[in-house]
């Protein structure tokens, strides 16, 4: 795995990101990169003060937690902002993880909010981790959203390097609009029971596929009408997840708007740490 970057706000609840970040990178011996941004709209000279403060702040804080320390990060401040500056980053270091972190206690939203997020989706072709759970313990119970596509494939893959030993539980919700599916049939609310048990099935067969793929995992599934971001927030609550899996679709279009508007809403609202990956 290429190196992995942690981007900060400096706040505490970041902090549970690079946390999460360098014990991944030990986890995977991958380098570890902590990215600092500094809004370019203040004055020339505040922002100058402000950046090495920033650095001081924040070797300070490597400096007095081992977990960060041992894995002798590269640590940089930026001016900008976040969603323009990535492409560039990623492009020139091929990370093999993004991680983000939380701001406060209002979330994700606070730190780069829903159009940063998407833009960062839209420009990334690296795995993103929001992190937002407690980064002291191994990944026990991983949700992932199944749609039988490549996407879906590839997050179960990345999920499993990341969380091996994490029971894992193939998720697919539908909403009324959603009348096509690879399984066949209409899905609405008119949805027959022998409609609804040929999802079971595929669902299933799905399961025995990764079952001889990873033959030691432990792999459910959970099938339920409703909008796919509200049934897997609800279900990672319900059962106590620490981790909810997500593929990205390299799609256009309509299709591109609703699977991306799914990931963002799932991040943005999420009480665990959320998992996005690409499709290949």
């Known amino acids: 795995m290429g190196p992995i970057i942690v981007a900060t706000d400096l706040s505490p609840r970041s902090d549970r990101a690079m946390l999460r970040a360098a014990r991944i990178a030990k986890e995977q011996d991958a380098p570890l990169h902590i990215l600092h941004i500094l809004d370019e709209e203040l004055p020339a000279a505040i922002l100058h003060g402000h950046a090495e403060d ?39 270091r091929k990370p093999g993880l993004l991680v983000l972190g939380s701001h406060r206690d209002r979330g994700l939203a606070e730190l780069i909010g829903q159009p940063s997020l998407s833009r960062i989706m839209a420009v990334s072709d690296v795995p993103i981790l929001l992190a937002v759970g407690e980064p002291d313990r191994d990944y026990a119970k991983a949700l992932a959203g199944w749609d039988f596509s490549a996407a879906g494939n ?4 990345l999920s499993r390097r990341i969380a091996p030993d994490a029971s894992l539980t193939l998720v697919h919700a539908w909403d009324d609009f959603a009348a096509v599916a690879p399984y066949g049939g209409s899905m609405g609310v008119g949805a027959s029971p022998a409609t609804v048990a040929r999802l079971e099935e595929s669902m299933e067969s799905a399961v025995a596929d990764l079952h001889k793929t990873y033959p030691d995992a432990t792999i459910d ?26 593929g990205r679709h390299a799609r256009s279009g309509i ?19 959320v998992l996005i990956a690409p499709s290949s």
């Open 54 to 92: 920033a650095k001081k702040t924040l070797q300070s804080r490597v400096d007095q937690t081992p977990e960060i320390a041992d894995r002798n990060p590269r640590v940089d401040i930026e001016v900008g902002h976040l969603s323009r500056l990535l492409p560039g980053i990623l492009s020139d």
């Open 255 to 273: 299709a591109r708007f609703f699977l991306g508007h799914t990931a963002t809403a799932v991040a943005l609202r999420s009480p665990c740490d």
């Open 221 to 246: 599934q959970h099938t339920q009408m409703g909008g796919a971001a509200h049934v897997i927030l609800r279900l990672a609550a319900d059962r106590s997840a620490d981790l909810i899996v997500m």
């Open 154 to 157: 590839a997050a179960v893959d």
